[in-house]
């Protein structure tokens, strides 16, 4: 079992940044890749970035990797998504998620933990 809880997101001016955290408990973090994810009203939830349980294979979504970074700190059961250039449409929830497989992470089925979803507002 793993339990994820995100923190970072916020409300922030068009063009600002962010940086949200996901901290994992349990001791078999660095066995998962992780992802991230985010779902705006009335939309579906759409892939934005993953990373390899190592941390040696970033994957990112067409439409963000321009704006993106994932990243993994094993030791600190943690994995970071910063945000640039932040435009309002990039407002929605945003949700890490752990997974066990290696393939197919850009689809959200793949995944087996889910965080919370904080919410961040880009404002123009």
């Known amino acids: 079992q793993v339990q994820l809880v995100e923190s970072g997101g916020g409300l922030v001016q068009a063009g600002g940044s962010l940086r949200l955290s996901c901290a994992a408990s349990g001791r078999t973090f660095s066995s998962y890749a992780m992802g991230w994810f985010r779902q705006a009203p009335g939309k579906e939830r759409e892939f934005v970035a993953a990373?390899?349980?190592?941390?040696?294979?970033?994957y990112y979504a067409d439409s963000a990797e321009a704006a993106v970074t994932i990243s993994r700190a094993n030791a600190k059961n943690t994995v970071y998504l910063q945000m640039n250039r932040l435009k309002p449409e990039d407002t929605a929830v945003y949700y890490c998620?752990?997974?066990?497989?290696?393939?197919?992470?850009?689809?959200?089925?793949?995944?087996?933990?889910w965080g919370q979803g904080p919410q961040v507002t880009a404002s123009s």
């Open positions: 990373i390899s349980w190592s941390g040696g294979s970033e």
């Open positions: 998620a752990a997974a066990s497989r290696v393939d197919n992470l850009g689809d959200y089925e793949t995944y087996d933990y």
